[in-house]
């Protein structure tokens, strides 16, 4: 198991990614539809092949015959970091491992190819703050293709009053920049970028 992105989820595509882009002070590029859950997305490379998302339900589509993922359903008040999605090998490995990760869905954009879990709820465990699970199709991956930022994730920090049982369920992510903590349920991206140290939540 492997970070792969961020996304910070508003009730809006632009507030989504207007409080992105004030964060970081970086522009995003375009992203696209996810016609499955009715939701669109802007982008933003960072170093080390990672990258961020805004994504909100795009009100031009037509509504899912399920819950949207990262419980878009449910999200209200100002945009925020919603999400980290962790890249595996093998989606079915993992959710013999992770059961209530969700269920395994084919999905795609343009191009790119991915299998991703999603509860039937749209609710992922430990108050959303399980990572969303990701398979790559090929060798296809969005951080390919996004310019360059200059901008780098130093630390996600992930908070909830049951940190220890977290820690425990994610043994098998190696990955010194995730650190888990107890807290509050919320996420915090601490991220280096041309215009110094900033912080997204």
Do not use: C, K
């Amino acid at each position: 198991m492997q970070l792969d992105h961020l996304a910070v989820a508003g009730e809006s595509l632009e507030a989504a990614a207007t409080h992105l882009e004030a964060a970081l002070g970086l522009p995003l590029q375009a992203g696209g539809a996810h016609a499955r859950f009715g939701t669109h997305n802007r982008l933003l490379g960072l170093e080390d092949g990672l990258y961020l998302e805004a994504i909100a339900i795009d009100p031009a589509a037509p509504a899912p015959d399920r819950a949207r993922w990262f419980d878009l359903d449910r999200l209200q008040g100002p945009p925020h970091l919603r999400t980290w999605i962790a890249r595996v090998d093998d989606l079915d490995a993992a959710l013999t491992r992770h059961p209530d990760a969700g269920t395994p869905l084919a999905l795609e954009r343009g191009d790119l190819r991915w299998r991703m879990a999603v509860p039937a709820s749209g609710i992922l465990p430990f108050d959303n703050l399980f990572p969303a699970l990701i398979e790559w199709q090929g060798t296809a991956h969005p951080a390919q293709r996004l310019a360059p930022s200059g901008a780098r994730l130093t630390r996600l920090v992930i908070a909830h009053p049951d940190a220890v049982a977290l820690r425990d369920v994610l043994s098998d992510l190696a990955d010194p920049r995730v650190v888990i903590e107890p807290g509050t349920p919320a996420l915090r991206a601490e991220i280096t970028t041309p215009h110094g140290s900033r912080v997204l939540e």
